[in-house]
């Protein structure tokens, strides 16, 4: 990522600020996505598929070390609809305060389940190939890059983290979700559980996850209750097979579904340029495929 500090006379002289600094970072990413569309009966299709991200992160540190921060993104997706707001341009953003390890965000916030150590334990192809891999489906509050997420909402997080316990809890006027979760890290491997209450009976309930290193390969285990929408199990993992190459594998269970499964490659370029590409069974028996380039600044 690279770093702008604005260190201005005009910057120092308000309010007795001690240090303040913006950051921009993101990625770029371009090239093909296949689908069979088997779920629908259509025809398959394969199509250009792009997303150029740009992330700002503004802070300032008060004299008494507290640090306030901002964060937003403009972000593009080639299939945006330039008639939606949301499809484009700077979306809701987060503020936080944060003091040591305790700390708390407003407005577009992470969301407690979606932050869950295990939710996303791998990184699918160059899109994410629809996500089935991720436990808890979404079903709980989470940071938006092409929306507003939680911000219009009354989203509120309080996260705290000390050695190897990590603890985060989110609530938002969404469906009146309040989730949180407890994490903790032993001997390499990490282990959380997390629960959620809401009015939307499809929302997560509950979810465990398990994950970390077993012989050459980096594997993770979860579960999640997500309610009127089904009990879904994942095992995921991530092995190298070169200097410069993962491949990545993952199979699920969810009710009601055909079995999913996938598995991918990443190659670094180097340079924060890697070439990606993996292939999916999801769990509406579609057949998904990517191939592309990403580079990160």
């Given at each position: 990522?690279k770093?702008v500090l ?9 309010a007795?600020v001690a ?6 970072g993101?990625?770029?990413r ?19 598929t792009?997303?150029?991200r ?38 809701g953003?987060?503020?936080?305060a944060?003091s040591g390890?305790?700390e708390v ?10 932050s869950?150590?295990g ?6 192809g ?16 989470a940071?938006?890059?092409g ?8 989203g ?9 316990l990590a603890v985060?809890?989110s609530?938002?006027?969404t ?6 979760y407890v ?12 629960g959620q209450?809401s009015?939307d ?8 996850t398990?994950g ?16 009127t929408?089904?009990?879904r199990?994942?095992l ?12 990545e594998v993952?199979v699920?269970?969810?009710d ?14 180097g340079?924060?340029?890697?070439l990606?590409?993996?292939v ?6 579609d057949t998904?495929a ?6 990160n600044?």
């Amino acid at each position: 990522m690279k770093k702008v500090l604005f260190a201005t006379t005009a910057l120092v002289a308000t309010a007795g600020v001690a240090a303040a600094d913006v950051t921009f970072g993101g990625y770029g990413r371009f090239g093909i996505m296949y689908n069979d569309n088997d779920s629908t009966g259509g025809d398959s299709d394969t199509d250009v598929t792009s997303r150029f991200r740009l992330q700002i992160d503004a802070t300032a540190e008060s004299d008494a070390g507290v640090v306030f921060g901002a964060r937003a993104r403009i972000q593009q997706n080639n299939t945006d609809n330039g008639n939606d707001p949301a499809g484009t341009g700077i979306n809701g953003v987060r503020f936080f305060a944060r003091s040591g390890g305790f700390e708390v965000g407003v407005g577009n916030i992470f969301g407690a389940l979606e932050s869950m150590p295990g939710q996303y334990p791998i990184d699918m192809g160059l899109t994410g190939l629809g996500y089935d891999y991720t436990a808890f489906d979404g079903n709980g509050d989470a940071y938006s890059s092409g929306g507003s997420g939680a911000a219009g909402s009354n989203g509120l997080e309080v996260l705290y983290s000390a050695g190897d316990l990590a603890v985060h809890v989110s609530a938002s006027d969404t469906n009146d979700r309040v989730a949180g979760y407890v994490a903790y890290t032993w001997s390499g491997w990490t282990f959380a559980v997390g629960g959620q209450d809401s009015d939307d009976a499809g929302d997560t309930e509950w979810t465990a996850t398990a994950g970390g290193s077993f012989g050459i390969a980096d594997v993770t285990l979860a579960y999640a209750d997500n309610g009127t929408n089904g009990d879904r199990v994942i095992l995921a993992g991530r092995f190298d097979v070169g200097a410069a190459t993962d491949v990545e594998v993952y199979v699920g269970d969810q009710d009601g579904a055909d079995t999913g499964y996938g598995v991918d490659f990443n190659h670094d370029l180097g340079g924060g340029t890697s070439l990606r590409g993996g292939v999916v069974k999801q769990f509406d028996g579609d057949t998904v495929a990517d191939m592309g380039v990403r580079f990160n600044f």
